[in-house]
T-cell receptor, first 118, second 117 residues
C-alpha cells in the first residue's frame, strides 16, 4: 500500500536562509507522481510543486525545488531564501499511476510545520 | 476561475444531528474529491467523483456518510447522526483529468470546520 512519511513535525529557519523538508514514500508502482502542498493557517491547501517518477530532472518552481532521489524513495522539498510568509504546514503527497482506471486520489503525509523567524 | 468554494466555513452541531456540506468545484473540472483532516494530521481521502459518478470510497466513509454530485457540478457531503469523532476539517478538491495520469494537481477549497458537541 502506498504511504508517505514526513518525519519532521516542526522546522525553524531564519529569514533568507534555505530549508529542506523531508519526505519519503513507499509504493510498488513504477509510475507515480509526487506533490508538495502548503497549508497556511487559513486552511486552504496550495499546490507548490510536482515531480513525476519518470522525470529525469528535479522539479523547480521559483524558490521551490524538489530533491528527488528515486532509489531512496525520497522527495524532499527545498525552499530557498525563506520569507516570513512561508510559515505554514507543508504536506507531501503521492498519486499512484498503475491504478484502476476509475480510481484516483492523493495520499498525504502528516505534514511539517515550518516557522520562519526574522 | 473563482476557485473551489465550500459552504459553510464553520459548522457547530450537537451529537446526533445531521449536517450537510456543499462544495462548488472549478467549473470545468470533471473530478471532485472529499478529504477529512484532523488536527495535526494530513488530509485523509474520503471519496472521489468523476462527473456525477462516485467511483471510489474510502473505508473511512462509514454508512453515516453520504456524498453526491447530482449533475456533475457541485457536490454535497452529508453526515448523519454525528459523533464527536466526526469533528474535523472537511476539504473538497477538484481537477480535470482523463485516465490514470499522475500529474493533475488538485485545487482545494478552504474547507468546512465541523465541531460536534
Amino acid at each position: 500500500a502506498q504511504k508517505i512519511t514526513q518525519t519532521q513535525p516542526g522546522m525553524f529557519v531564519q529569514e533568507k536562509e534555505a530549508v529542506t523538508l523531508d519526505c519519503t514514500y513507499d509504493t510498488s508502482d513504477q509510475s507515480y507522481g509526487l506533490f508538495w502542498y502548503k497549508q497556511p493557517s487559513s486552511g486552504e491547501m496550495i499546490f507548490l510543486i510536482y515531480q513525476g517518477s519518470y522525470d529525469e530532472q528535479n522539479a523547480t518552481e521559483g524558490r521551490y525545488s524538489l530533491n528527488f532521489q528515486k532509489a531512496r524513495k525520497s522527495a524532499n522539498l527545498v525552499i530557498s531564501a525563506s520569507q516570513l510568509g512561508d510559515s505554514a504546514m507543508y504536506f507531501c503527497a503521492m498519486r499512484e499511476g498503475e491504478r484502476d482506471y476509475n480510481t484516483d486520489k492523493l495520499i498525504f503525509g502528516t505534514g511539517t510545520r515550518l516557522q520562519v523567524f526574522p | 476561475d473563482t476557485g473551489v468554494s465550500q459552504d459553510p466555513r464553520h459548522k457547530i452541531t450537537k451529537r446526533g444531528q445531521n449536517v450537510t456540506f456543499r462544495c462548488d468545484p472549478i467549473s470545468e473540472h470533471n473530478r471532485l474529491y472529499w478529504y477529512r483532516q484532523t488536527l495535526g494530521q494530513g488530509p485523509e481521502f474520503l471519496t472521489y467523483f468523476q462527473n456525477e459518478a462516485q467511483l471510489e470510497k474510502s473505508r473511512l466513509l462509514s454508512d453515516r456518510f453520504s456524498a453526491e454530485r447530482p449533475k456533475g457540478s457541485f457536490s454535497t457531503l452529508e453526515i448523519q447522526r454525528t459523533e464527536q469523532g466526526d469533528s474535523a476539517m472537511y476539504l473538497c478538491a477538484s481537477t480535470w483529468g482523463a485516465g490514470p495520469a499522475t500529474n493533475e494537481k488538485l485545487f482545494f477549497g478552504s474547507g468546512t470546520q465541523l465541531s460536534v458537541l
